[in-house]
């Protein structure tokens, strides 16, 4: 059936979540455009979010509990069976081997963050800790950073781009991966304004390097010593921000002391940027008025990860662009996204993974080392693994590796809309209902000093045979008897407190439910969801996670929330939140800050930032005996996963929505394709020491010679409509390797891949 009218909903396909409004007919979604009333992106939206009728309707979505046979076909289950056998399967292990033995992997996409809350109370029910996440691929370097600087890691680091007048991109091509909200009109504000000044710091002349007032194109896999270099300016010439490293900062004297010590001119040379550029955008950054620096992937998964990303934060606040409006800021967390894991000195209880010892950055552990966890004899080996809402066989180096470690598993699920990668290696697969056929919610709510919040209702009932991620947790837990079907009490509780809010009837009664069956507690979620779920609007079952969030984000930021017009209208200022969430189509702001709010978020018992971190400054001042990398068998440098324009992580598994670049080609340099005798489609294979790939090649002068590219999100296999899977483009990680990534977070270095090509 057509639906003429525009729907409230929002893209998934990016941290961004641009409010959109689309039509509907039958279960596709047939016209998209920006959602003017959405608070935050405005009516902005970028071409990605125009096809995502290719994520919600395609030939591999499930409909279907599946269970692999022996032969790796797979059969048709009802859910009853299914949860039966795989409850059953759980216990056996848990009971056996302990919690240890079972990993959880994923919880949540770009766009569906709530049921990895719910994923939360099964793992309670395993006693598993081991949480395996992509985040723990890209970004723990920088939340372990932040620990160290602010007193934890959940003190995410935001940017102020649209306010500053000197803004620093590091890393990152935010034409194309975006990372602050409408990108492109920002973008194109900034670098047509004389007064302000656009620094991109990158080796491939992008879409944003194009609209640069200053270039720095340094070497991959140099990062570090051009930052280094950069800051070594900064304090060589007495250009740092006294003032505020006196009065916000401790550690600053070793710090500058440290980087007084820098050989600024031979580290520019190492990164082959000009040393007039490195002086004179240090310079440049000094004496800004409000300067940020947005830094992304380009550094964190390069040589020095965890340095770089101390540097690129050493660059705004030794300049002391922090705490300011178009400065860098800490903000506030709905539902924060990562955890805080204590140091080995704060605290010994860490759970360390059984087999590497890999201790968790943010609560999260890194997708590199899972399948030594699991491919191995050793006795506390993983056994099982709950993947929910993640293509680790695709997305996590080694792919290869991954491929033989889930063949070892003595259970493997996997949860998910469509037969991805990784759920074709699983014993059984859990068709999950859309992103649009739920109430769902991201959790990037990342704004400061404005924040924002987005639950979609769902535009479709569920996919027949599918069902909502928290009900899949909540029937799991029944079977595995860690919780009763029904809570009669609680459920009324819940329809009471609906009909009448001021009597705070569900929570009173949930307090209580929990002191009598302390055991329920680290089930919360899914008590919560099975009862005040029930007495939701049909579809927004999901939100109920939500009323818990908001009593605790209203308690403790209560005159932001006041600020943003939520009132407490004698119901209690959380419960206003939460109605506000449910009723607010088109996003809510969350809560106002008060720019000095930045300095409460500070969680140094000080309230000052601990600038000094010693292993950093220690791996600083080794770089300057750093030999050059020299592999004469690999002499290619593979920058693995560029953003571009059709690509969105492994969401879209239907090539057809791509309208460009269509094979995911490799981007060489015109000297090494002349080298080679390459031509624009020319067919190559890109070898590495763990693998090879064949692409398409594109000649492109934007590539510095030596160093090719080949983007993330294709080498799917998609099933057409004759039923025969193709795969399309390069899988990327069957290049990549496990153990080519950063000591402390095993983030994995894809920006720097060894290749060579080979002409096929
Ligand atoms: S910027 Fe991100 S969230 Fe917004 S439309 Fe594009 S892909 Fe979607």
Redesign the pocket.
């Known amino acids: 059936m057509t639906d003429s009218t525009w729907q409230a909903t ?9 409010g ?1 409004e689309v039509k509907t007919s039958g279960r596709g979604i047939t016209a998209v455009r920006g959602d003017a009333q959405h608070p935050h ?1 405005q009516g ?6 125009a096809r995502l009728d290719h994520y919600q309707s395609h030939t591999d979505r499930l409909d279907s509990p599946l269970r692999r046979r022996p032969d790796g076909s797979f059969e048709r289950i009802s859910w009853d069976t299914a949860l039966r056998e795989i409850a059953q399967k759980l216990k056996a292990i848990r009971d056996a081997h302990g919690g240890s033995a079972i990993a959880y992997y994923g919880g949540g996409g770009q766009g569906n963050h709530l049921g990895g809350v719910y994923g939360s109370s099964l793992r309670a029910a395993l006693r598993t800790p081991y949480v395996y996440s992509a985040l723990a691929q890209e970004k723990t370097g920088d939340f372990w950073v932040n620990g160290e600087l602010f007193g934890r890691q959940t003190c995410h680091v935001t940017t102020g781009v649209a306010d500053a007048d000197y803004v620093i991109f590091l890393g990152t091509n935010p034409w194309q991966s ?1 990372g602050f909200p409408r ?1 492109r009109k920002v973008l194109k504000a900034l670098s047509s304004d004389p007064k302000r000044t656009m620094v991109v710091i990158d080796p491939r002349v992008t879409e944003t390097a194009k609209l640069a007032d200053v270039h720095l194109r340094v070497r991959p896999g140099t990062d570090a010593f051009l930052l280094a270099a950069l800051l070594g300016v900064v304090a060589q010439e007495g250009l740092e921000a006294r003032r505020f490293l006196d009065e916000r900062t401790t550690g600053h004297d070793e710090v500058l002391a440290a980087l007084r010590e820098v050989p600024v001119e031979a580290f520019a040379r190492r990164a082959g940027v000009p040393l007039e550029d490195v002086q004179r955008v240090a310079r440049g950054l000094a004496a800004a008025r409000a300067a940020t620096v947005r830094a992304d992937l380009g550094i964190q998964q390069s040589y020095h990860s965890t340095l770089n990303s101390y540097l690129e934060k050493l660059l705004f606040l030794v300049t002391g662009h922090f705490g300011r409006r178009g400065t860098n800021n800490l903000h506030t967390f709905l539902l924060p996204l990562i955890g805080h894991s204590p140091s080995p000195e704060e605290s010994s209880k860490v759970p360390l993974t059984p087999v590497t010892k890999m201790r968790p950055i943010g609560k999260l552990y890194p997708p590199n080392v899972l399948p030594l966890e699991i491919d191995t004899d050793a006795p506390e080996r993983v056994r099982a693994v709950i993947v929910d809402s993640a293509n680790p066989l695709v997305s996590a180096a080694d792919t290869r590796g991954y491929e033989r470690a889930f063949e070892r598993l003595e259970l493997s699920v996997t949860i998910d809309v469509a037969l991805s990668e990784t759920a074709q290696r699983s014993q059984y697969v859990l068709p999950a209902a859309s992103q649009f056929e739920k109430g769902e919610a991201t959790f990037f709510s990342l704004g400061f000093p404005d924040n924002g919040f987005h639950f979609r209702r769902p535009l479709f009932t569920p996919l027949p045979g599918t069902l909502p991620e928290p009900e899949i947790y909540r029937r799991l837990l029944v079977e595995l008897g860690a919780l009763p079907d029904r809570f009669p009490a609680l459920e009324a509780a819940a329809r009471l407190q609906r009909r009448f809010p001021r009597s705070r009837a569900f929570g009173l009664a949930l307090t209580a439910a929990l002191k009598a069956r302390p055991k329920w507690a680290p089930m919360a979620a899914v008590i919560v969801y099975a009862t005040l779920g029930r007495a939701l609007p049909k579809g927004t079952e999901s939100a109920a996670v939500l009323w818990a969030a908001s009593q605790a984000y209203a308690k403790k930021h209560a005159a932001a929330v006041r600020r943003a017009g939520i009132r407490d209208a004698g119901a209690g200022l959380g419960d206003a939140l939460f109605e506000r969430m449910l009723e607010g189509e088109h996003g809510i702001t969350l809560s106002e800050h008060e720019q000095d709010d930045v300095w409460s978020l500070l969680r140094t018992e000080d309230h000052r930032i601990h600038l000094a971190i010693p292993s950093m400054l220690d791996e600083l001042r080794a770089l300057a005996d750093e030999p050059l990398p020299n592999d004469a068998e690999f002499p290619l440098s593979l920058m693995a996963g560029e953003r571009r324009a059709y690509n ?1 992580n492994t969401i879209y598994r239907d090539p057809a929505w791509r309208r460009v670049d269509p094979d995911g080609a490799a981007r060489v340099h015109p000297d090494d394709a002349a080298r080679l005798g390459l031509r624009d489609g020319d067919r190559v294979a890109v070898e590495s020491r763990t693998g090879a790939v064949e692409a398409t090649v594109e000649v492109n002068d934007g590539m510095l010679p030596g160093v090719l590219s080949l983007p993330h999100g294709y080498g799917l296999s998609h099933a057409g409509a004759d039923g025969v899977r193709v795969q399309s483009g390069p899988r990327i990680n069957e290049l990549t390797a496990a153990d080519h990534c950063d000591p402390l977070t095993k983030t994995p270095f894809h920006k720097t891949v060894p290749v060579r090509l080979r002409v096929i």
């Open positions: 929002a893209c998934i396909l990016c941290s961004e979540n641009c959109l992106s902005y939206l970028c071409q990605k979010a975006h990108a969105a």
